[in-house]
């Protein structure tokens, strides 16, 4: 299967700050087939990214995707308090599908 | 409204049986792929396996391949995660999803269900 490693572990910035998230794959990701998932404490993931850069429908335009192959990264260009939380990436372009391990981003 | 209603918490003892739900609305369900997703506590994501409605077609994660059964009833817009014997190791959050079209991310997420085994 296609082990997905996201770094770092946990990313401590300030409001107003740049996020930049990481997620490599253990083999190349068939299509760019890679979503990004936001999970505040107590709730269900949230689809953000899809297709790598597509964002999903209501999410703001300051959550940016990009990579291909086995590099991936997700972007968020100044961070709002809501956004902090965990973030997972995950592959579809080879079964079975696979989470990465997740990335906290906290508050400074 | 569009949305996935999962059954509530459950605490069972290791060895008993064990059936969680996820009923569908507001959108059509039988064209649309259902997944289920563990969490364990503190834990990340891990893709368990998923089941389409309209001819009941369903693959597992090899991980759990033989430990679950997925099935659905189309006539109640309902899928299902199963156990025939639980492990304290199955003490999770469990979500189900929904399938995004013709590709294997979700875009539509239950509330999850807590299942704990303790004995």
């Known amino acids: 299967e296609n082990v997905l490693t996201q770094s770092p572990g946990t990313l401590s910035l300030s409001p107003g700050e740049r996020a930049t998230l990481s997620c490599r794959a253990s083999q190349s990701v068939t299509g760019s087939y890679l979503a990004w998932y936001q999970q505040k404490p107590g709730q269900a993931p949230r689809l953000l990214m899809y297709?790598?850069?597509s964002r999903a429908t209501g999410i703001p335009d300051r959550f940016s995707g990009s990579g291909s192959g086995t590099d991936f990264t997700l972007t968020i260009s100044r961070l709002e308090p809501e956004d902090f939380a965990v973030y997972y990436c995950q592959q579809y372009g080879s079964s079975p599908a696979t989470f990465g391990q997740g990335t906290k981003v906290e508050i400074k | 409204e569009v949305q996935l209603v999962q059954s509530g918490v459950e605490v069972k003892k290791p060895g008993e049986s064990l059936k969680i739900s996820c009923k569908a609305s507001?959108?059509?369900?039988?064209?649309?792929?259902i997944g289920w997703v563990r969490q364990m506590p503190g834990k990340g994501l891990e893709w368990m396996g998923i089941i389409y409605p309209g001819d009941s077609d369903t693959r597992y994660s090899p991980s759990f391949q033989g430990q679950v059964t997925i099935s659905a009833d189309k006539s109640t817009s309902t899928a299902y995660l199963q156990w025939s014997s639980l492990k304290a190791s199955d003490t999770a959050m469990y979500y189900c999803?929904?399938?995004?079209?013709?590709?294997?991310?979700?875009?539509?997420w239950g509330r999850g269900t807590l299942v704990i085994v303790s004995s």
């Open positions: 507001g959108y059509n369900f039988s064209p649309y792929w």
């Open positions: 999803a929904r399938r995004a079209g013709a590709y294997w991310y979700f875009d539509l």
């Open positions: 297709h790598a850069s």
